[in-house]
Protein backbone atom coordinates (compact mmCIF):
# COMPACT_ATOMS: atom_id res chain seq x y z
CA UNK A 1 0.00 0.00 0.00
CA UNK A 2 1.32 3.56 -0.83
CA UNK A 3 2.48 5.25 1.88
CA UNK A 4 0.50 8.30 2.65
CA UNK A 5 2.38 11.57 3.79
CA UNK A 6 1.50 14.78 5.25
CA UNK A 7 2.41 16.83 2.12
CA UNK A 8 0.46 14.61 0.15
CA UNK A 9 -3.13 15.17 3.03
CA UNK A 10 -2.08 18.85 2.67
CA UNK A 11 -1.96 19.47 -1.01
CA UNK A 12 -5.47 17.29 -1.57
CA UNK A 13 -6.67 19.81 1.52
CA UNK A 14 -5.26 22.80 -0.45
CA UNK A 15 -7.51 21.21 -4.18
CA UNK A 16 -10.61 20.32 -2.23
CA UNK A 17 -11.66 22.37 1.22
CA UNK A 18 -12.06 19.02 2.39
CA UNK A 19 -11.40 17.69 5.92
CA UNK A 20 -8.06 16.95 6.60
CA UNK A 21 -8.90 13.34 8.08
CA UNK A 22 -11.26 13.40 5.21
CA UNK A 23 -8.07 13.79 3.12
CA UNK A 24 -5.95 11.17 4.66
CA UNK A 25 -9.46 8.79 4.12
CA UNK A 26 -9.73 9.04 0.48
CA UNK A 27 -6.16 9.09 -0.21
CA UNK A 28 -5.79 5.74 1.55
CA UNK A 29 -8.89 4.14 -0.29
CA UNK A 30 -6.95 5.76 -3.72
CA UNK A 31 -3.93 4.03 -2.89
CA UNK A 32 -1.98 7.80 -2.87
CA UNK A 33 -3.32 8.47 -6.31
CA UNK A 34 -4.55 12.64 -5.79
CA UNK A 35 -6.95 12.36 -8.71
CA UNK A 36 -8.82 9.35 -7.54
CA UNK A 37 -8.73 10.86 -3.85
CA UNK A 38 -10.41 14.33 -5.32
CA UNK A 39 -13.10 12.22 -6.88
CA UNK A 40 -13.71 10.68 -3.66
CA UNK A 41 -13.90 13.37 -1.93
CA UNK A 42 -16.52 14.83 -4.38
CA UNK A 43 -18.58 11.56 -4.48
CA UNK A 44 -18.34 12.34 -0.47
CA UNK A 45 -18.82 15.63 -0.12
CA UNK A 46 -20.45 17.25 -3.34
CA UNK A 47 -19.41 20.37 -4.62
CA UNK A 48 -17.89 21.81 -0.98
CA UNK A 49 -14.89 19.82 -2.29
CA UNK A 50 -13.95 21.14 -5.34
CA UNK A 51 -14.31 25.16 -4.20
CA UNK A 52 -11.10 25.79 -3.87
CA UNK A 53 -10.33 24.23 -7.14
CA UNK A 54 -10.48 27.89 -8.78
CA UNK A 55 -7.82 29.43 -6.58
CA UNK A 56 -4.80 30.96 -8.10
CA UNK A 57 -0.94 31.36 -6.32
CA UNK A 58 1.35 32.98 -8.90
CA UNK A 59 0.74 37.24 -9.26
CA UNK A 60 0.71 39.18 -12.61
CA UNK A 61 -1.37 40.56 -14.60
CA UNK A 62 -3.39 39.69 -17.89
CA UNK A 63 -2.94 42.84 -20.88
CA UNK A 64 -5.14 42.88 -23.35
CA UNK A 65 -4.77 45.04 -26.92
CA UNK A 66 -7.49 45.52 -29.27
CA UNK A 67 -6.82 47.54 -32.79
CA UNK A 68 -9.00 50.77 -33.56
CA UNK A 69 -11.56 48.85 -35.44
CA UNK A 70 -12.19 45.95 -33.37
CA UNK A 71 -11.27 43.21 -36.34
CA UNK A 72 -7.86 41.62 -33.97
CA UNK A 73 -7.36 41.78 -30.63
CA UNK A 74 -4.67 40.15 -28.45
CA UNK A 75 -4.58 39.25 -25.04
CA UNK A 76 -1.51 37.80 -22.78
CA UNK A 77 -0.50 36.59 -19.59
CA UNK A 78 2.81 38.16 -17.60
CA UNK A 79 3.80 36.82 -13.99
CA UNK A 80 6.01 38.44 -11.36
CA UNK A 81 6.53 37.25 -7.83
CA UNK A 82 4.40 39.58 -5.55
CA UNK A 83 1.30 41.96 -5.69
CA UNK A 84 3.21 44.75 -5.25
CA UNK A 85 5.27 44.33 -8.66
CA UNK A 86 2.12 43.26 -10.23
CA UNK A 87 0.96 47.17 -9.50
CA UNK A 88 4.51 48.65 -10.88
CA UNK A 89 4.17 51.08 -13.97
CA UNK A 90 7.09 49.85 -15.42
CA UNK A 91 5.65 46.17 -15.13
CA UNK A 92 2.04 47.19 -16.32
CA UNK A 93 3.86 49.26 -19.55
CA UNK A 94 5.75 45.87 -20.34
CA UNK A 95 2.38 44.12 -20.61
CA UNK A 96 0.76 46.37 -22.71
CA UNK A 97 3.57 46.35 -24.84
CA UNK A 98 3.84 42.89 -25.49
CA UNK A 99 -0.26 42.49 -25.83
CA UNK A 100 0.46 45.05 -28.76
CA UNK A 101 3.06 43.57 -30.31
CA UNK A 102 1.34 39.97 -30.36
CA UNK A 103 -1.35 41.87 -31.90
CA UNK A 104 0.45 43.67 -34.68
CA UNK A 105 2.85 40.74 -35.29
CA UNK A 106 1.34 37.64 -34.98
CA UNK A 107 4.12 35.90 -33.51
CA UNK A 108 4.10 31.72 -33.04
CA UNK A 109 4.51 31.59 -29.40
CA UNK A 110 6.36 32.91 -26.42
CA UNK A 111 9.49 32.04 -27.83
CA UNK A 112 8.53 33.70 -31.28
CA UNK A 113 7.64 36.51 -29.28
CA UNK A 114 10.71 37.25 -26.73
CA UNK A 115 12.71 37.42 -30.29
CA UNK A 116 10.39 40.47 -30.88
CA UNK A 117 12.07 44.00 -31.68
CA UNK A 118 10.57 46.15 -27.95
CA UNK A 119 12.22 50.30 -27.45
CA UNK A 120 15.17 49.47 -29.25
CA UNK A 121 15.89 45.68 -28.09
CA UNK A 122 14.47 42.45 -28.37
CA UNK A 123 11.68 41.28 -25.67
CA UNK A 124 14.00 39.23 -24.27
CA UNK A 125 16.56 41.73 -23.40
CA UNK A 126 13.80 44.24 -22.00
CA UNK A 127 12.59 41.47 -19.79
CA UNK A 128 15.72 40.48 -18.28
CA UNK A 129 16.53 44.38 -17.88
CA UNK A 130 13.43 44.98 -16.19
CA UNK A 131 13.78 41.59 -13.42
CA UNK A 132 16.76 43.75 -12.72
CA UNK A 133 15.36 46.98 -11.89
CA UNK A 134 11.97 45.79 -9.74
CA UNK A 135 14.47 42.73 -8.14
CA UNK A 136 11.67 40.46 -9.08
CA UNK A 137 11.82 37.38 -11.71
CA UNK A 138 9.33 38.14 -14.57
CA UNK A 139 7.83 35.47 -16.68
CA UNK A 140 5.37 35.86 -19.83
CA UNK A 141 3.46 32.72 -19.46
CA UNK A 142 1.27 32.78 -22.55
CA UNK A 143 -0.89 34.54 -24.92
CA UNK A 144 -3.68 34.53 -27.59
CA UNK A 145 -4.77 36.25 -30.88
CA UNK A 146 -8.05 36.93 -32.40
CA UNK A 147 -8.58 37.77 -36.28
CA UNK A 148 -11.90 38.44 -35.83
CA UNK A 149 -14.73 37.00 -37.61
CA UNK A 150 -17.17 39.69 -36.55
CA UNK A 151 -15.66 41.98 -33.68
CA UNK A 152 -13.84 41.83 -30.67
CA UNK A 153 -14.80 42.31 -27.16
CA UNK A 154 -12.90 42.16 -24.23
CA UNK A 155 -12.88 43.03 -20.50
CA UNK A 156 -9.99 43.27 -17.96
CA UNK A 157 -11.11 42.43 -14.31
CA UNK A 158 -10.07 42.51 -10.36
CA UNK A 159 -6.98 44.86 -10.86
CA UNK A 160 -6.21 42.91 -14.62
CA UNK A 161 -6.35 39.50 -12.90
CA UNK A 162 -8.94 38.31 -15.14
CA UNK A 163 -9.23 38.68 -18.54
CA UNK A 164 -11.24 38.12 -21.82
CA UNK A 165 -11.63 38.21 -25.35
CA UNK A 166 -14.77 37.66 -27.48
CA UNK A 167 -15.25 37.15 -31.38
CA UNK A 168 -18.93 38.57 -31.51
CA UNK A 169 -20.47 38.31 -34.85
CA UNK A 170 -23.76 40.34 -35.37
CA UNK A 171 -25.37 42.33 -32.52
CA UNK A 172 -23.45 45.30 -31.27
CA UNK A 173 -20.51 46.80 -28.90
CA UNK A 174 -22.32 46.67 -26.51
CA UNK A 175 -23.38 43.54 -26.69
CA UNK A 176 -19.53 41.76 -27.55
CA UNK A 177 -18.83 43.71 -23.54
CA UNK A 178 -21.54 42.19 -21.86
CA UNK A 179 -20.48 38.41 -22.98
CA UNK A 180 -16.99 39.31 -22.08
CA UNK A 181 -18.17 40.37 -18.86
CA UNK A 182 -20.49 37.19 -19.02
CA UNK A 183 -17.23 35.01 -19.79
CA UNK A 184 -15.38 36.41 -16.63
CA UNK A 185 -17.90 36.22 -14.04
CA UNK A 186 -19.27 32.76 -15.02
CA UNK A 187 -15.81 31.14 -16.46
CA UNK A 188 -17.17 28.64 -18.82
CA UNK A 189 -14.16 26.28 -20.15
CA UNK A 190 -15.83 25.77 -23.77
CA UNK A 191 -18.17 27.63 -25.99
CA UNK A 192 -21.08 24.11 -26.65
CA UNK A 193 -21.72 20.95 -25.85
CA UNK A 194 -19.23 19.91 -28.90
CA UNK A 195 -15.96 21.80 -26.71
CA UNK A 196 -16.38 20.08 -23.47
CA UNK A 197 -12.91 17.63 -23.50
CA UNK A 198 -13.59 14.44 -23.59
CA UNK A 199 -12.09 12.98 -20.54
CA UNK A 200 -13.77 16.03 -18.51
CA UNK A 201 -17.17 14.50 -19.49
CA UNK A 202 -16.15 11.29 -18.41
CA UNK A 203 -14.59 12.41 -14.99
CA UNK A 204 -17.86 13.70 -14.39
CA UNK A 205 -20.26 11.04 -15.44
CA UNK A 206 -17.29 8.57 -13.01
CA UNK A 207 -18.58 10.78 -10.05
CA UNK A 208 -21.97 10.82 -11.09
CA UNK A 209 -22.50 7.32 -11.42
CA UNK A 210 -20.87 6.89 -7.97
CA UNK A 211 -23.21 9.15 -6.02
CA UNK A 212 -25.87 7.58 -7.86
CA UNK A 213 -24.71 3.94 -7.02
CA UNK A 214 -25.33 4.90 -3.62
CA UNK A 215 -28.87 5.98 -3.73
CA UNK A 216 -29.68 1.90 -3.56
CA UNK A 217 -32.36 3.00 -6.89
CA UNK A 218 -33.07 0.76 -9.36
CA UNK A 219 -30.75 1.06 -12.27
CA UNK A 220 -33.18 2.46 -15.02
CA UNK A 221 -33.44 5.21 -12.52
CA UNK A 222 -29.79 5.24 -11.60
CA UNK A 223 -29.21 6.05 -15.45
CA UNK A 224 -31.72 8.51 -15.22
CA UNK A 225 -29.54 10.57 -12.26
CA UNK A 226 -26.58 9.79 -14.36
CA UNK A 227 -27.68 10.97 -17.69
CA UNK A 228 -29.27 14.36 -15.62
CA UNK A 229 -26.25 15.27 -13.65
CA UNK A 230 -24.11 14.85 -16.79
CA UNK A 231 -26.62 17.31 -18.69
CA UNK A 232 -26.49 19.75 -15.75
CA UNK A 233 -22.95 20.18 -15.52
CA UNK A 234 -22.90 20.70 -19.35
CA UNK A 235 -25.15 23.81 -19.47
CA UNK A 236 -22.94 24.79 -16.62
CA UNK A 237 -19.96 25.10 -17.94
CA UNK A 238 -20.63 25.94 -21.38
CA UNK A 239 -21.14 29.67 -22.67
CA UNK A 240 -24.20 28.81 -24.78
CA UNK A 241 -25.93 26.62 -21.77
CA UNK A 242 -25.28 29.47 -19.21
CA UNK A 243 -27.88 31.63 -17.90
CA UNK A 244 -27.01 35.15 -19.48
CA UNK A 245 -25.73 37.51 -16.60
CA UNK A 246 -27.82 40.65 -17.73
CA UNK A 247 -31.29 38.13 -17.61
CA UNK A 248 -30.96 34.80 -16.11
CA UNK A 249 -34.33 33.45 -17.77
CA UNK A 250 -32.50 33.32 -20.72
CA UNK A 251 -29.43 31.22 -21.74
CA UNK A 252 -26.67 32.94 -23.45
CA UNK A 253 -27.43 31.05 -26.35
CA UNK A 254 -30.83 32.19 -26.29
CA UNK A 255 -29.97 35.91 -26.27
CA UNK A 256 -27.43 35.31 -29.37
CA UNK A 257 -29.97 34.07 -31.15
CA UNK A 258 -32.66 36.67 -30.63
CA UNK A 259 -29.77 38.97 -31.18
CA UNK A 260 -29.04 37.28 -34.64
CA UNK A 261 -25.09 37.26 -33.32
CA UNK A 262 -22.85 34.27 -32.96
CA UNK A 263 -19.76 34.37 -31.19
CA UNK A 264 -16.77 32.34 -32.74
CA UNK A 265 -14.25 32.20 -30.18
CA UNK A 266 -13.35 33.14 -26.82
CA UNK A 267 -10.18 33.67 -24.45
CA UNK A 268 -10.45 33.89 -20.51
CA UNK A 269 -7.49 33.85 -18.49
CA UNK A 270 -6.85 33.93 -14.56
CA UNK A 271 -3.94 35.23 -13.32
CA UNK A 272 -1.45 32.45 -11.99
CA UNK A 273 -4.30 29.82 -13.06
CA UNK A 274 -2.66 26.13 -12.55
CA UNK A 275 0.80 27.58 -10.80
CA UNK A 276 1.52 26.77 -7.50
CA UNK A 277 3.14 29.11 -5.79
CA UNK A 278 5.47 28.13 -2.78
CA UNK A 279 3.84 29.01 0.55
CA UNK A 280 6.51 30.10 2.57
CA UNK A 281 6.52 30.51 6.55
CA UNK A 282 7.89 33.45 7.38
CA UNK A 283 8.69 32.86 11.17
CA UNK A 284 10.49 29.75 10.08
CA UNK A 285 12.80 31.82 7.61
CA UNK A 286 13.43 34.30 10.01
CA UNK A 287 14.59 31.70 12.71
CA UNK A 288 16.64 29.54 9.90
CA UNK A 289 18.45 32.56 9.17
CA UNK A 290 19.41 33.79 13.14
CA UNK A 291 20.37 30.05 13.00
CA UNK A 292 22.68 30.35 10.62
CA UNK A 293 24.08 33.54 11.43
CA UNK A 294 25.71 32.19 15.01
Known amino acids: ?174 LAKDLAMHIAAHKPIALGRDDVPADLIARERSIAEQKAAESGKAPEIVSKMVEGTVQKYLKEVTLLGQPFVKDDKQTVEQVLKARQAKVSVFHLYVVGEGIEKKQSDFAAEVAAQVSAAR
Open 1 to 174: MAEITASMVKELREKTDAPMMECKKALTEAGGDLQRAEEILRVKLGNKASKAASRVAAEGVVGIHVTADATTGAMIEVNCETDFVAKNDDFLAFTAALARLVAEQDPADVAGLSTLALEGNRVEQVRTALIGKIGENVSIRRFNRIQAAGRIGSYLHGGARIGVLVDLSGGDEA
